[in-house]
C-alpha cells in the first residue's frame, strides 16, 4: 500500500485511476496532479465513493520549485508519471530529490528526435540507475504494452511452453476504418513507411526497403491479411533483453489508401527532409507536411478491433513447433467506456499492472528497470484480471515474399 502521486490527468488515467482507488491495500491516498487543476477535480467527483482519500493539485512541472514544494507537501513514496516522455528525466529528478519510488509508461519509440529511432529517451532514464540504487528506490521505465508486455509474453513462454526460442514475428493488428488523416497524424509513423524496415536476423540488424518485406496470414478474428515488415524499437529491446532470441520481425497492416497516399507524397518529393526556401524561410517539405496535415483528435475509430499477434517458434519437448499468442480489443467497447483507443487501453492496462505490483513491493528492486528484470508470470495474471488475455493456436511458421513490384493489400 502506497500514497501516490499521479502527475498528468491524461486519457490513461481514467482506466489506472479508477482501478487503484478500488483497493486500500494497493493505495492508501492518492494525489491527481495537472496543469489543469480543474479536470483533476472534475475526475475527484467521479471517485467520491472510492475508499481511498483522493486530493488535487495544480502543477507546472517546467517551475521546478513550485513542483517540489507541492510534491513535499503530500509526501508520496510512489509517483506515476503519465505526462509525455520528454518529461520523464525531469520527473525522475523530483521522484530522486522527494526519495519517492517511480514508473512511468513511456514507450520505446516517443523520442526526442522523431527521425533517430536509436536516440530513444529510455535509454536516458537507465543513466539514472546508480542514483536511484544509491538511494535503494525502484524505478520502472517503459511500462507499456509495448515492449513491456510483449515481450513478458515471450520471456513468460520461453520459461513455460519451450525448451529454446528460434524466432518470433510480431502482427501489430487493426480492423477499424481511419481516415486519410490517421496515418499522418505521426511523423513517426510517416517516416517507418518510407525507410528500410530492419529485423533482427540472426543476432544482426538486417534491412528490407521500404514495403518490400511482406507475408499473407489469416489471423484470428481479423482475416485474411496482408502485413508489411517495419522497423520498431522493439527489435533493440530483444537485443538488449533476450538476446537468445535472433530472429525478430515486427509487421504491421495499412489500408491501400493509405499506402497510396504514402506513395504519392513521396513522388513528389513531400517526404524530403532537406530543406528549401520557401519565401526566405527554410523548412523541408516533411516537416511543411507535419505542420498543415489535418490531426485527428484521437486515433480511436469506435468500429472493428485492434490486437496482437505473437507467432513463436522454438523446440517444445525435443521437436520444432509454431505457436501464435493473440489477444484483441474492441474498439467501440474501449472508446465508449474509456474515451480513447484500443492502443492506449493496452498501454493503460500494462501501467496499471505494474503500478500494482510496485504498490504492493512485489517489483521493488532498487535502481532503473524495465518489466523485463522481473517474474513476467505476475505482470501477465493482472493483465488476465484486467480482461487482457492471450490465446494459442499451432500455426505454420511465417513464410516471407520480398517484391520489387508497387505494394498490394488485401481489403477487409
Known amino acids: 500500500m502506497k500514497k501516490v502521486l499521479v502527475i498528468g490527468c491524461t486519457g490513461i488515467a481514467k482506466l489506472i485511476i479508477p482501478a ?37 493539485a495544480g502543477v507546472d512541472i517546467t517551475n521546478e520549485e513550485r513542483t517540489m514544494l507541492m510534491v513535499k507537501i503530500f509526501g508520496p513514496e510512489l509517483i506515476i508519471n503519465l505526462m509525455p ?61 509495448n515492449p513491456a508486455a510483449i515481450t513478458s509474453l515471450i520471456r513468460f513462454a520461453m520459461s513455460n511452453t519451450y525448451d529454446s526460442i528460434s524466432s518470433v514475428d510480431i502482427f501489430d493488428m487493426n480492423s477499424g476504418k481511419g481516415t486519410a488523416a490517421g496515418i499522418m497524424d505521426s511523423s513517426f509513423e510517416m517516416e517507418l513507411l518510407t525507410e528500410p524496415a530492419k529485423y533482427l536476423e540472426n543476432g544482426k540488424i538486417e ?9 499473407v496470414r489469416q489471423i484470428p478474428g481479423f482475416g485474411k491479411r496482408t502485413m508489411y515488415v517495419l522497423s520498431n524499437p522493439i527489435i533493440t529491446d530483444f537485443i538488449k533483453e533476450i538476446p537468445e532470441v535472433e530472429n525478430v520481425r515486427w509487421f504491421s497492416t495499412f489500408k491501400k489508401e493509405y499506402l497510396g497516399i504514402i506513395k ?22 516533411f516537416d511543411y507536411l507535419n505542420k498543415v496535415m489535418p490531426k485527428e483528435e484521437s486515433k480511436a475509430t469506435g468500429k472493428g478491433s485492434s490486437g496482437i ?41 500494462t501501467m496499471l499492472a505494474g503500478t500494482i505490483l510496485m504498490c504492493t513491493d512485489k517489483w521493488d528492486k532498487a535502481g532503473v528497470y524495465s ?42
Open 85 to 145: 516522455a520528454q518529461y520523464s528525466c525531469v520527473l525522475m529528478e523530483l521522484a530522486l530529490k522527494t526519495k519517492a519510488s517511480y514508473i512511468d509508461s513511456t514507450l520505446f519509440f516517443e523520442t526526442k528526435n522523431a527521425s533517430s529511432v536509436e536516440d530513444m529517451l529510455l535509454s536516458k532514464q537507465f543513466s539514472y540507475f546508480t542514483r536511484f540504487r544509491g538511494e535503494k528506490l525502484p524505478a520502472l521505465v517503459g511500462c507499456s504494452f
Open 20 to 56: 487503484l482507488c478500488k483497493d486500500k491495500s494497493y493505495v492508501s491516498e492518492i494525489c491527481i496532479a495537472d496543469t489543469d487543476k480543474k479536470m483533476c477535480d472534475e475526475f475527484k467527483t467521479i471517485l467520491s465513493a472510492s475508499p481511498v482519500r483522493v486530493v488535487t
Open 309 to 349: 499477434g505473437i507467432v513463436i517458434t522454438g523446440i517444445i519437448k525435443g521437436k520444432e513447433q509454431t505457436n501464435m499468442f493473440y489477444a484483441s480489443v474492441d474498439n467501440s467497447m474501449v472508446l465508449e467506456k474509456y474515451g480513447f483507443g484500443s492502443t492506449e487501453y493496452l498501454d493503460a492496462v
Open 371 to 412: 518489466p523485463n528484470a522481473y517474474d513476467p508470470s505476475l505482470l501477465m495474471d493482472i493483465m488476465k484480471d484486467q480482461g487482457i488475455e492471450f490465446a494459442v493456436s499451432k500455426v505454420a511458421p511465417v513464410s516471407m515474399v520480398v517484391e520489387e513490384e508497387e505494394p498490394e493489400d488485401i481489403e477487409d
Open 207 to 215: 534491412t528490407y526497403q521500404p514495403l518490400k518485406g511482406k507475408t
Open 264 to 285: 504519392v507524397l513521396e513522388k513528389v518529393g513531400m517526404l524530403s527532409r532537406t530543406p528549401v526556401d520557401v519565401g526566405g524561410v527554410k523548412i523541408s517539405p
